[in-house]
């Protein structure tokens, strides 16, 4: 049955050399686009964040689940809200790579956290030694990868 239909026609004619993409302003540059779009998202989560973490690390109980639930919805909404604003200018800006920016833009907020956790650990644990924060930051870590994965597909998506 399918050896019997003719080939597929493309409507349109596509060319096989890439058009050069224009010269970038700042704010469609590839590293300043990635961290402004971590921010949003991150200034959502970073209040029940610091709950999350002492309830971890803090050894103290944490009952919020329903607003963790609330808080997770308004981060996919933003992350989505972000990259798709992001992926906007830098189509607009006639800038077609826009795979593995939407990606990281999406996950860009785990640097933030990533950098909140360690901030935290400094300032609110009351623990010393080189071991301590070798455990911390190794935890912490696999944790950002977590979220970076998490958030950057729902980005991308």
Known sequence: LGFRKGEIEHPVRT????RQVPPQ???????PSILMGGILPFGCIFI?????????????VYYMFGFVLIVFVILVVTTIESTILLCYFHLC?????WWWRSFLTGG??????????????????EVE??????LYAGYTLIGSIIYWLATGT????
């Open 93 to 97: 800006s006639e800038n077609y790579h």
């Open 129 to 134: 030694g080189t071991a301590n924060l070798m």
């Open 48 to 60: 029940q964040l610091f709950f999350l973490l002492n309830s971890i690390w803090g050894h103290k």
């Open 15 to 18: 060319n096989p050399i890439p």
């Open 108 to 125: 860009a907020s785990t640097l933030y956290l990533f950098i909140y956790s360690i901030i935290f650990y400094f300032r609110r644990m």
């Open 25 to 31: 302003s700042i704010y469609t540059r590839t590293i």
């Open 154 to 157: 729902v980005g991308f998506i």
